[in-house]
């Protein structure tokens, strides 16, 4: 669990494929944050969890599966690319963000980047059968981030980016057509999950009042 309050950007120094995962070696910056880091830890890595399987000299390495290259952007990393870090949270941490799984729902593109002078909004398009999961001023999780959506359309939804984050993250590299790694709030996929079970409950019901009818003669 995580809380999409980025603490690091690494740099990833070696990305090599083993059979059809990918074994990454991410350099950290901030030694005082991933300092008792330890083997088997997860960290969030442009949002996708991972499970820390080798460290050293301020690095860190991973083994990413097939389905993480399947619904993440990781399988796109080089030597040389930049990745947001977060370690997972201790039940004592401050939230700040929102909770954060590290189950990366879907990548998706960057539609348009427009500077408001103090800010930067950044356009984001999404496949609309997620439209459930986005709701305006709610949080969601962009390349680990955890960020506010702050103006939602059919297909497209934009947040807002304050110079700190726009500083302290990855997100200063993005362009129109970037990929991205989102992670919708969990809270939405719950709600979504009792509708479906209340619809099919209320579905069964009616059915059982028409047999019930039926028997009855009507
Ligand atoms: C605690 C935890 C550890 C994980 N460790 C790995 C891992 O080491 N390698 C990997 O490819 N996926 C791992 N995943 C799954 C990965 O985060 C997931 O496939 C992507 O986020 C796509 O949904 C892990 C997930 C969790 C929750
Ligand atoms: N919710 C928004 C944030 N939140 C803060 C960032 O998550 C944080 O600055 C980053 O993780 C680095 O530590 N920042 C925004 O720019 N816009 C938001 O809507």
């Not at 359309?153 to 990855?170: D, G, K, L, N, Q």
């Amino acid at each position: 669990m995580f809380t999409g309050i980025i603490k690091d950007v690494g740099r990833v120094s070696g990305a090599s494929r083993q059979n059809g995962g990918l074994r990454l070696r991410v350099q950290y910056g901030n030694a005082e944050e991933f300092s008792n880091l330890s083997v088997d830890e997860s960290v969030s890595i442009n949002g996708a969890c991972q499970t820390v399987v080798s460290l050293g000299d301020g690095w860190l390495e991973v083994q990413s599966v097939e389905e993480t290259l399947k619904k993440t952007t990781l399988g796109s990393l080089r030597h040389g690319s930049l990745v947001n870090l977060e370690r997972a949270v201790r039940p004592i941490d401050r939230l700040g963000g929102h909770f954060v799984l590290g189950h990366v729902d879907c990548a998706a593109s960057v539609d348009e980047i427009r500077d408001l002078g103090s800010s930067r909004e950044i356009w984001i398009s999404f496949s609309e059968r997620f439209s459930p999961f986005i709701v305006s001023a709610g949080s969601i999780t962009i390349d680990g981030i955890s960020l506010t959506v702050a103006v939602l359309e059919r297909s497209r939804f934009a947040v807002a980016v304050i110079p700190y984050t726009f500083a302290h993250t990855t997100i200063n590299a993005l362009k129109p057509g970037s990929f991205v790694n989102l992670e919708f709030d969990i809270l939405g996929k719950y709600v979504a999950r009792q509708l479906g079970t209340v619809a099919r409950s209320l579905e069964a019901d009616s059915l059982m009042d028409e047999a019930w009818l039926r028997e009855q003669g009507f």
